[in-house]
């Protein structure tokens, strides 16, 4: 099984590095990666630590000023990105491993185990998961792992459909016969001959959802219903328009975080759009 993952995997990455699309991207969402794990030794300060005055405006001592108790901004920015990615790709896993094991079970059994699969990818895929999000919310004490298990739950039905009509067409194909009369189970099958063959696909849609939660997160943070534990752009966002940055025109607390999310979300979104650009790889 784990050959066969590996040669997905071997082709997928193939597929980034020819590409410059996807070289752009991979090189920005690989750059956020490495400011989240490198945050507690490039930061300045910690993201909680009263190092300045009131409403600082940026100095050298703070590259993008103080917030209205004297918290440096920048650290925080940098801090703050752990929790995005935290969300992102918390919630892009859940939502990827559902989205394939329906969409495999359903399109390579068929009949009327993947007909009732497939009915329960309809309910699901009709759900609103951000009016969802704000209900639970509402009710439920503030967790960052309940936001990123809700939005995980309540995104995978497009993956589902996709990969159950990828496996539709993978599972006609002579080489799936040939595994089958060598003896190997359905699982063997699903996971050593099909799913490699549908790696890139699988990746595409990871990133969206990926995409798609730090959104749906930060959205969630900016109207004030998310976790003030996990320090996110999104928490940022909330906490300086709800103490007055922008009517005191501070760009320098506000901006900065919206345009982290933005370019979060070109990288992945190039990333994703040039491996399809290049078409499903194969093995």
């Known amino acids: 099984m784990l050959g066969g993952l590996a ?5 997928v990455w193939k597929a980034v590095t020819r590409s410059s699309t996807t070289k752009f991207g991979f090189a920005v969402t ?25 409403y600082g405006s940026p100095s050298l001592k703070h590259l993008l000023g103080t917030d209205d108790i004297g918290e440096d901004v920048f650290s925080q920015l940098l801090w703050a990105s752990r929790g995005s990615l935290l969300v992102a790709f918390g919630a892009g896993m859940i939502t990827t491993l559902l989205g394939v094991i329906v ?22 895929l009709v759900l609103p998961t951000l009016p969802v999000l704000i209900v639970i919310a509402a009710f439920a004490p503030p967790s960052v792992f309940l936001v990123i298990a809700v939005i995980g739950i309540l995104s995978w039905a497009p993956t589902a459909r996709i990969i159950r009509s990828q496996t539709l067409t993978l599972k006609t194909r002579p080489f799936v016969d040939t595994s089958r009369m060598s003896g190997m189970s359905d699982l063997e099958i699903m996971l050593r001959v099909i799913l490699p063959n549908e790696l890139s696909l699988v990746f595409v849609y990871a990133v969206f959802a990926a995409v798609s939660a730090v959104v749906i997160e930060s959205g969630l943070d900016f109207i004030g219903l998310g976790s003030i534990s996990n320090l996110s752009w999104g928490i940022m966002l909330y906490f300086s328009l709800s103490r007055d940055a922008l009517l005191r025109g501070m760009w320098w607390w506000f901006l900065p975080p919206g345009l982290m999310i933005a370019l979060l979300g070109t990288g992945l979104i190039l990333l994703g759009y040039g491996i399809e650009k290049r078409g499903w790889v194969r093995v």
């Open 7 to 11: 040669t997905g995997l071997k082709a």
């Open 30 to 54: 690989a750059s956020i990666v490495a400011i989240a794990i490198l945050a507690p030794i490039i930061a300045p300060y910690p993201p909680t630590a009263i190092t300045g005055p009131s």
């Open 103 to 124: 969409g495999l079970a359903a399109g390579y059994y068929g009949g009327r185990p993947g007909e009732g699969l497939m009915r329960l990818t309809d309910v699901v």
